[in-house]
């Protein structure tokens, strides 16, 4: 039978990472190994897809810009337009893999699986992950299954939606986690699928990275006891056209915060309250008026993930309804 053909257009991070000894897990390089050593490294690979390599950055994940995530959608779209290609993985860091895993999710007009996969150990580690993790992604990838559901991300045998999952564990193999649980399984080489995503992505989205060139800058500020109101207005000075708030338990702004937050909307800036809570949501008018304020919430998406979505929203609309539309609908 013919094999499904998968691209793997590598960016970096640790799952490209080296150590100096096998005992080193945690304390190594990021982003030193090139995509054909990685592919190389797993001959089981030609059992299950045709597969070719693709480098498109070696950074980790951490030091990812909008611009290069412009320019990876960008690439991902134009290989999905491929008629010869099954599916696309890509090998990313772990850190900021569920801002481009939701940003993908929203902008690549294709049905074909776009799989994100890293890893929480470098490959000259023991009990290294990575080898295992990019067998499932390229096996999801190649799956007729996958298509049509949104960015994955394959991790520790689950296949997680791009949109939903997020990065909780940082020192352990078992660092993805979707608050809405994970879409399936996989396991020796076989995709086992249990649920869908409802969200609009992909084909549903109104985003289309064809038409995006660059992203406003949005910040993100951090809520705490006892936080200063002067970091928005930072945010503010540093470009940010939208101030994701990531507040403590609703989203809740301090009583001493709120009237720079309605000085800055009045500018023009839109605010963001999102939880720094982790899961659960923020409802409209719970704990802040933002009817009355023309605030936006997060609904579910975490401070990073809403980050992205308001990026995106604000190149199509400057009104506080439309982006709180979004929020709902993606
Ligand atoms: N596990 C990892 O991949 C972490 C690394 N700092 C990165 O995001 O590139």
């Known amino acids: 039978a013919r094999k499904p053909q998968v691209v793997i257009v590598a960016t970096g991070g640790t799952i490209a990472g080296a150590g100096a000894s096998a005992t080193n897990s945690a304390t190594y390089q990021a982003a030193k190994v090139p995509v054909d050593k990685l592919i190389a490294g797993i001959p089981e690979l030609a059992q299950v897809a045709q597969v070719r390599g693709e480098q498109a950055f070696q950074i980790a994940s951490e030091s990812f810009t909008n611009e290069q995530l412009v320019e ?10 491929n008629p010869a290609l099954d599916g696309i993985v890509i090998t990313h ?83 993805f986690y979707s608050q809405w649980g994970p879409l399936g399984m996989v396991v020796e080489g076989k995709t086992f699928w249990f649920r869908s995503p409802v969200k609009r992505h992909t084909t549903a989205s109104e985003f289309d990275i064809d038409a995006v060139t660059a992203l406003p800058a949005v910040h993100i500020v951090y809520g705490s006891g006892s936080m200063s109101p002067e970091l928005y ?13 990531a507040g403590t338990g609703n989203g809740s702004v301090p009583n001493y915060a709120v009237d720079m937050l309605k000085a800055l909307r009045s500018q023009g800036l839109h605010i963001v309250r999102s939880s720094r809570v982790g899961d659960g949501f923020v409802l409209r008018n719970s704990e802040q008026p933002d009817d009355r ?6 609904h579910d998406l975490n401070p990073q993930k809403a980050k ?20 709902w609908e993606y």
């Not at 999801?140 to 996958?146: F, I, K, R, T, Y």
């Not at 689950?158 to 564990?169: A, C, F, L, N, P």
């Not at 304020?293 to 997060?298: E, I």
């Open 72 to 81: 990876l959608a960008r690439r991902v779209s134009s290989l999905a337009k």
């Open 233 to 245: 207005q930072a945010a503010a000075k540093a470009g940010a056209q939208a101030i994701v708030h």
């Open 293 to 298: 304020y023309d605030w936006v919430v997060a």
């Open 93 to 175: 860091g772990t850190d900021t893999l569920e801002e481009t895993s939701f940003f993908l999710n929203l902008v690549v007009k294709t049905d074909k699986p776009i799989v994100l996969v890293g890893s929480m150990r470098p490959g000259t580690s023991m009990s290294a992950d990575g080898m295992l993790n990019l067998y499932n992604a390229v096996v999801v990838a190649g799956s007729p299954e996958a298509r049509g559901k949104g960015t994955l991300v394959v991790m520790n045998d689950q296949i997680h939606s791009g949109r939903d999952v997020t990065k909780r564990v940082n020192i352990q193999t078992n660092a």
């Open 308 to 327: 992205i979505l308001a990026a995106l929203a604000l190149t199509k609309t400057r009104d506080a309804k439309e982006l709180q539309r979004m929020f």
